[in-house]
């Protein structure tokens, strides 16, 4: 049971480059989130997919995509990277809704330049 | 926009010494709050959570107390030990939401 997995561990980009980070989960969780952790900052809530099929904007969406692909997977897209991009990204999972404790991936440090 | 907020971004604590950290929090119709611990490198670990209609919760060694009058949650670490040394986050979750809002986090340093 490896829990939440994301991969990249590390990228770097070059501005208006495009890439997707891949998480996946394998404890059956409904809830999945992704988030991103700026110096000096809380996690902000980047997008949220409720349960399979379902996707809703977070806190900070502009800029980014996301698909759940099944309800194991769910990956965040950037089509256009930019510098204010430059974050560790979070995935996350819960069983059911927001009640249930969340359990997080090892993170995306992501640098764009 | 409504934010949870924290009093103090570093902490220092004796080993041994019990530890208190502080969370302040904005949204009245928030009813469900977490406590996560992230150490370096690692993405955030629950520590314990707490429903609105409760004022005290207790886990291993930790505590949660809320105080709904004054929108503040604090948590409560027993005989705090070097493994604690982390950052510690609380989160809220406004009712009919999936959302959970992160305050900035608190840095707690143990000394030996």
């Known amino acids: 049971n490896a829990g939440v997995t994301q991969t990249p561990k590390f990228q770097v980009l070059k501005t208006g480059q495009s890439m997707t980070l891949q998480c996946a989960q394998d404890?059956?969780?409904?809830?999945m989130y992704w988030y991103r952790q700026d110096p000096g900052m809380g996690l902000r809530l980047i997008y949220y997919s409720a349960s399979e099929g379902t996707t809703d904007k977070g806190e900070v969406p502009n800029g980014y995509n996301v698909s759940r692909l099944n309800k194991r997977e769910f990956s965040l897209r950037l089509e256009s990277a930019a510098p204010s991009q430059t974050s560790v990204y979070f995935c996350a999972s819960s069983i059911l809704d927001r009640t249930y404790e969340q359990y997080f991936g090892p993170g995306t440090r992501l640098t764009v330049t | 926009g409504e934010n949870v907020g924290l009093h103090l971004p570093t902490l220092s604590v004796q080993e041994g010494d019990n530890s208190i950290i502080n969370c302040a929090y904005s949204?009245?119709?928030?009813?469900?709050f977490i406590w996560y611990k992230q150490e370096s490198g690692k993405g955030p670990q629950f520590i314990i959570d707490?429903?609105?209609?409760?004022d005290k919760r207790q886990g291993q060694r930790v505590t949660v107390l809320l105080n709904k009058t004054v929108k503040h949650l604090s948590l409560q670490i027993a005989a705090t030990q070097p493994g604690d040394s982390a950052v510690y986050f609380c989160a809220e979750s406004p009712s009919g939401t999936y959302k959970y809002i992160f305050g900035t986090g608190t840095r707690l340093k143990v000394l030996a």
């Open positions: 949204n009245s119709a928030s009813d469900y």
């Open positions: 404890m059956n969780h409904n809830s």
């Open positions: 707490i429903r609105s209609n409760m």
